[in-house]
């Protein structure tokens, strides 16, 4: 294993896997920021819990199966790109940032990175709770690079980025999780990083910040730094990201556009869900409800625009949500009800037939398909589609369809909340939308192509 840091040497490590595979180097490792060959990382889980008794025993070994966080992963990333990982919960995300990083050691796999790193992957990390804000600064500085004499004239840009005024001399253990984000994200964007990694810290602090931080972020990706970022904020990926990678059971699904890896996302939680619902124990969670009759189940969900099946969608759009609905028993005249939850988990609309509908009888084993047609007059952000098969006085339900559809509503430039009124600004009797607008600088990477594996 070698290991070399500097401004002009890369940091690579090579590892050898406990198969002897050897990744073949790459000749063109040094002109990429970010290159990585089957990397793998692998961790020990107890199957069982060992006792006292049982640990002071000679030859007596605990029982332990493998757990692959990451594996297989190969990735590279050109200077000046910037790119979005997104996933599910414990999908590996975070683990391959702490390999980029240098946190942890990969247990297979060769990784190199070229140029200064500033990693930001926890609230804090690095800080010393008894030191004050000031004294974290200079600490935190110079463990990402940076002199006592650059660090002194960055402090009060620093100190003002992340809004502390009179608490930069308070020791950080009376901070709050806000006021640790902005110390933390202020000082790893002031190193001038060449290669910046963000895990999630977007997800803290007000919306001001969170805008000010997008917004500093777009600033580095126009210096041609290398960005690489883990955000559930989809939203933000699609605005900084033009790639996306995403990551599913530590391994990498998806390489390419911004746009078809949040549709592969959205794809994929469906799919999860179902297998998690169809597992053991998998009962309807309605099931326990006295009103659960039973008797019916989703068997196919569509979301289309203009005939064509889709999962991102830009505001206004009108689309069909189309499920196909087994019934296992003779049914007259069932209801059925459409809800649509919204990004932070709350309903935001329902539509549902006319109670006391006469429409028709079902025969056991027939399938019926049900369409609701709408207009996507919503907020970006990820939603789901939810339909429940109920009877004809609403009092009975034959099948609730928890997991539902998600889909992405892709958000508008000077545009937020959770629904979309086409609103139009005026100054002075002119609408602001027919004046001279700044144009967004493209982004270094224009043209990206998909990898699927």
Not at 101 to 110: F, S
Not at 141 to 169: K, Y
Not at 265 to 279: I, K
Not at 345 to 364: E, N
């Amino acid at each position: 294993m070698t290991v070399e840091s500097s401004e002009v040497s890369p940091l690579s490590l090579d590892y050898q896997s406990e198969a002897g595979r050897q990744p073949p180097p790459n000749p063109r490792g040094a002109d990429a920021a970010i290159e990585m060959a089957q990397v793998g990382k692998r961790y020990w889980k107890l199957e069982d819990r060992p006792t006292l008794v049982r640990s002071l025993l000679p030859f007596n070994r605990p029982v332990r199966s493998e757990l692959w966080a990451l594996r297989d992963a190969d990735l590279r990333i050109e200077k000046g790109e910037v790119v979005g990982v997104i996933g599910r919960n414990g999908a590996g995300k975070t683990t391959l940032l702490r390999l980029l990083a240098g946190v942890t050691r990969p247990t297979e796999g060769r990784i190199v990175v070229n140029g200064r790193v500033a990693p930001l992957l926890s609230l804090g990390i690095g800080f010393q709770r008894e030191m004050s804000g000031r004294e974290n600064v200079f600490l935190n500085g110079m463990l990402l690079g940076l002199t006592q004499q650059e660090l002194r004239q960055r402090f009060d840009d620093i100190v003002a980025f992340a809004e502390l005024g009179d608490f930069i001399d308070v020791p950080v253990k009376f901070y709050s999780s806000g006021m640790y984000v902005r110390l933390g994200f202020a000082i790893a964007v002031h190193t001038e990083p060449r290669v910046l990694l963000v895990d999630e810290v977007l997800s803290v602090g007000d919306s001001a910040f969170q805008v000010k931080c997008l917004q500093r972020l777009d600033e580095i990706r126009r210096t041609g730094a290398t960005v690489l970022m883990v955000s559930h904020q989809i939203a933000a990926i699609h605005y900084l990201c033009p790639r996306s990678i995403v990551i599913r059971k530590g391994r990498v699904e998806f390489d390419g556009p911004t746009d078809d890896a949040v549709a592969l996302h959205h794809e994929m939680l469906s799919v999860d869900a179902d297998a998690d619902a169809s597992g053991e124990g998998g009962a309807p969670s309605d099931s326990h409800d006295p009103q659960f009759i039973g008797g019916a189940s989703i068997v196919g969900r569509t979301l289309l625009r203009d005939g064509r099946e889709v999962r991102t969608v830009k505001p206004n759009d009108r689309l069909k949500y189309r499920i196909r609905i087994r019934f296992e028993r003779p049914v007259e005249d069932p209801g059925f009800q459409f809800r649509l939850v919204g990004p932070d988990g709350r309903w935001i609309y329902a539509r549902h037939t006319p109670l006391g509908l006469k429409h028709r009888s079902i025969r056991a084993g027939e399938e019926v398909e049900v369409e609701l047609e709408f207009s996507a007059r919503l907020g970006h952000g990820t939603h789901l589609l939810q339909c429940v098969v109920i009877t004809p006085d609403a009092r009975g339900t034959f099948a609730t369809d928890v997991e539902g559809l998600h889909f992405f509503v892709e958000p508008l430039v000077d545009r937020w909340g959770s629904v979309e009124l086409d609103g139009d600004i005026s100054v002075d009797g002119i609408p602001v939308a027919s004046l001279p607008q700044a144009d967004r600088p493209d982004s270094p990477a224009s043209e990206v192509t998909a990898t699927t594996v």
